[in-house]
């Protein structure tokens, strides 16, 4: 009997070490921070992980950040935090001779990525470029310490919760988005290949009356159903190709996601029910409740080696093993946490605005590149309002 427990005890001390080395495996495929110069946080018991979701392969602005959300986790007082930044927010991206240079905060990671394209712009020296940057950018605007980041594409996403055998999502509202982007079809003429030949020579310079280039004017006044198919194509892509977006529905209630299901819902922005950043914001960390409680439900140590195998490939971080294991470890404590949900949109802190080249931004009241209120804003709402007492009397 004691020989058999000393073989049982072997045999887990392998397999123990097996896992072990192939977690420590997987994991430096998906470290990019730099070992050498990892930073120290300065309170031990906060840590802030930038969370970011991008399209990858072939997708429409492939390397658009559209999903940002900085988790902070205190983990003396269990409180969680969970901060929305919406994709038009406009930020100021450092550059090398301190000229000003803008750019809405979810094109910041592409940036940092393809250095040749943007040579004034100052990266970070440690970490993924394009993570780093847009980490350094988010600390600053929210007036917090942004220790990590974890990007994840929307590749890695599908398989992360297809890993989990799904998640199960209390849908708030019921909604249609008549206009979600179907993957593969970014590029589909929708069979309007001749008159796309036509105009090709056009984009950037519609015909208008304000135009003064007289081939143009001259061309687009004997065809003005072209002219018609270049303004949509400019203003209204859905009208021009319809066939590249499908219809999709939520019903309201308790509803079991796929992966691709999920994808859809987090990512979906034009419904007239629930739609824009700012909805999507809000679902985004509806769904991440979801995830919590499945993850909870299930043996989740056992489908860690499976998940990252599945995610290595798609997803990096800067964050160190020891944080990593930290985080993992204290997560069977979630539900004694604390959480609080912040979106930041117009409803609280932001007002719209355009860029001098006309695109619709998000700024403060106090104008661009003022983050102040901001700031006040994001410590008033992560700091618990002191108790008060009531007079005694003499």
Avoid at 194 to 208: D, M, T
Avoid at 303 to 331: C, G, R, W, Y
């Amino acid at each position: 009997m004691k020989r058999a427990i000393i073989i049982i005890l072997v045999i887990v001390g392998i397999i123990a070490v097996l896992a072990y080395g192939k977690m420590r495996n997987l994991y430096s495929k998906i470290y990019k921070g730099n070992l050498s110069s990892q930073q120290t946080r300065k309170e031990r018991d906060i840590l802030t992980v930038l969370l970011m979701g991008y399209g990858g392969g072939v997708h429409e602005g492939t390397y658009l950040t559209d999903s940002m959300m900085v988790a902070r986790v205190d983990l003396k007082k269990n409180t969680v935090a969970l901060i929305s930044i919406p994709r038009d927010l406009w930020v100021k991206v450092p550059t090398k001779n301190n000229e000003s240079f803008y750019r809405k905060i979810n094109a910041v990671y592409q940036l940092g990525l393809f250095p040749k394209d943007y040579p004034n712009v100052t990266l970070p020296k440690s970490g993924e470029p394009g993570a780093a940057l847009v980490k350094q950018v988010a600390g600053e605007i929210l007036g917090i310490d942004v220790h990590y980041y974890l990007t994840v594409d929307f590749e890695g996403f599908r398989e992360a919760i297809d890993t989990l055998g799904g998640v199960t999502v209390n849908v708030q509202k019921t909604f249609d988005d008549y206009e979600y982007p179907i993957e593969g079809k970014e590029a589909d003429l929708c069979g309007k290949e001749e008159q796309f030949v036509q105009i090709e020579k056009y984009f950037g310079n519609p015909a208008s009356p304000e135009a003064t280039d007289e081939e143009k004017i001259a061309f687009f006044k004997d065809k003005p159903e072209l002219a018609e198919f270049l303004k949509q194509i400019t203003e209204d892509p859905v009208l021009a190709f319809p066939c590249r977006y499908e219809h999709i529905h939520f019903d309201k209630g308790p509803m079991l996601m796929d992966g691709e299901t999920a994808l859809k819902y987090v990512r979906s922005r034009h419904s007239l029910d629930d739609g824009g950043d700012f909805g999507r914001a809000a679902r985004q960390q509806q769904f991440i409740e979801g995830v919590k409680d499945k993850v909870l439900q299930v043996n989740f140590v056992s489908k860690i080696v499976p998940l990252m195998d599945k995610l290595s490939n798609h997803i990096s971080t800067d964050m160190p093993a020891d944080d990593m294991q930290l985080l993992i470890n204290e997560f069977p404590q979630v539900t004694q946490y604390t959480r609080k949900q912040l979106v930041l949109s117009t409803d609280n802190v932001l007002e719209s605005s355009y860029s001098p080249d006309g695109q619709y931004i998000l700024i403060t009241a106090e104008g661009i590149n003022n983050w102040q209120p901001l700031h006040a804003f994001i410590k008033r709402s992560l700091t618990p309002p002191s108790p008060t007492y009531a007079p005694t009397s003499q």
